[in-house]
């Protein structure tokens, strides 16, 4: 059974594959289709919260490709900022800033809070929709904003974010130390949890894809 990750970033294929190895489910990104003309450009994020983007992209997805989909949307919440720049991470400082443009603003919008007021947290929501129904699973993992990057190392907001459990910023950890503890591992490791006691999937043509059990269908159907 193919599922889609509605992404075509592979190390985030990679991730979910990895997470999914033991239920023979194959794992293909936007790449993989032969749906340019529909898949080019990025889907309007208009939910107020990472769940209900992360349901809009898989949505869509699933009505164009057909197949049980999966997507995720994630950014990070500043307590000193009052959540945001939350569901806005990627936009923060305009629509084509770079990663440290994005975490030049948020410093500068952090300056002069007092170490122990810097408490952040990255979340990420992953939703998969499949032609019966759909879920959503969401991580999170806590820190605090730095003055300064720190690491090489990650994406995003990854060298100011530090986790004080591994005294590291996430751009100092390696990619699997970073998994084990992230906001997105955490969410896609619950989504394969589930998948992996669900069952059955019904796909669009309304025959059941087994996953596992069967005696275990109802769950989903």
Known sequence: MRVLLATSNPGKIAELTRELVALDLEVIGLESLSLS?????????????FGENALLKARYYFEKSGLVTIADDSGIEVDALKGRPGIYSARYAGPNATDAQRTGHLLEEMSGVASDL???????????????GEKVFEGDVRGRILTEARGSGGFGYDPVFYYPPLGRTFAELSHEE???VSHRGRAFRSLARWLSEAGTLVDTNGSGDRINDPAKNSRLL
């Open 178 to 180: 970073k998994w084990l």
């Open 37 to 49: 003309d529909v898949i080019s450009g990025e889907i309007i994020e208009t939910g107020s919260t």
């Open 118 to 132: 810097r408490g952040a947290r990255f979340v990420c929501a992953a939703a998969i929709v499949w032609s019966h």
